[in-house]
């Protein structure tokens, strides 16, 4: 389970039911928790965090593993199923704006640089301006919201900024949709407007693509936690059950 910008492990803490039927790895972003803060430009490109991600696998001895991304952590565990198809039995995914968008215009650019710009200079007081920052998630439960602030809070400065860089320009995998052969669920936050296009999209492109509706926002896996584990359960556990001749549909 790969968590989104400015969160950490914590973000799946309402979702520990499924560990009575997985085993449950949570990774934290570099920057971010536990990990340590990318040494280079190089380092914090999505290749290289997709490659981070294998080296987990590989250090814990799996074969074969299910992956779950959030927000920014959906376009790291999209682009890891595309890569390393092979050592992915299933995916789900939440809203992922990055990781569906199409590229970016001059005006979104200057932006993101903007931001970058003002997250060295001012530090963490510019990062809870930020939308997604935990501190302004109204329908998180209080103390899980005090946790994941202060996670936030306590992220490397400058690896955010690299992050913001080298990987938020280069999240999204659009364009390569239509390579994945790995069985997927997008668990959709219903709430979340500004995604509601990109499900849209998703759902005409690539009918393949499981797609469970939820009512909630951005960080459905919170907001909906009993849904969530029902529908993540119930998909990877049909997978597992089913023959191996039908765990990778075809793309239309």
Same mark, same amino acid.
């Given at each position: 389970m790969v968590h989104g910008m400015l969160s950490s492990r914590n973000h799946w803490r309402p979702n520990r039911s499924l560990s009575q039927e997985f085993r449950v790895v949570r990774i934290d972003l570099p920057a971010h928790g536990l990990s340590p803060t990318p040494e280079d430009e190089a380092d914090a490109t999505p290749e290289a965090l997709v490659q981070a991600i294998e080296a987990v696998r590989a250090r814990l001895q799996i074969s074969r593993w299910h992956i779950c991304g959030q927000s920014f952590g959906a376009a790291l565990t999209l682009r890891y199923a595309l890569t390393f198809p092979h050592r992915v039995i299933a995916q789900v995914f939440t809203n992922a704006n990055g990781a569906l968008r199409e590229t970016w215009d001059a005006a979104q650019q200057r932006r993101n640089l903007n931001q970058i710009d003002e997250i060295l200079q001012e530090g963490h007081a510019a990062m809870r301006r930020m939308a997604y920052h935990p501190c302004h998630a109204r329908r998180f439960p209080p103390d899980l919201r005090e946790i994941?602030?202060? #996670?936030? #809070?306590? *992220? #490397?400065? +400058? &690896?955010? +900024? /690299?992050?913001?860089?080298? +990987? *938020?320009?280069? /999240?999204?995998?659009? #364009?390569?949709? &239509?390579?994945?052969?790995?069985? *997927?669920?997008?668990?959709? &936050?219903v709430w979340e407007k500004r995604f509601q296009p990109a499900r849209k999209w998703l759902s005409e492109t690539y009918p393949h693509i499981v797609i469970e509706d939820l009512q909630g926002g951005h960080s459905i896996n919170i907001e909906c936690p009993d849904e969530f584990n029902a529908a993540v359960s119930l998909f990877l556990s049909d997978i597992d059950d089913a023959p191996l001749r039908n765990r990778s549909p075809s793309p239309q």
């Open positions: 994941l602030s202060r #996670d936030a #809070d306590s *992220t #490397d400065v +400058a &690896g955010i +900024a /690299l992050l913001l860089a080298q +990987a *938020t320009p280069r /999240l999204s995998v659009r #364009d390569r949709l &239509g390579q994945l052969r790995v069985p *997927t669920l997008l668990v959709n &936050g």
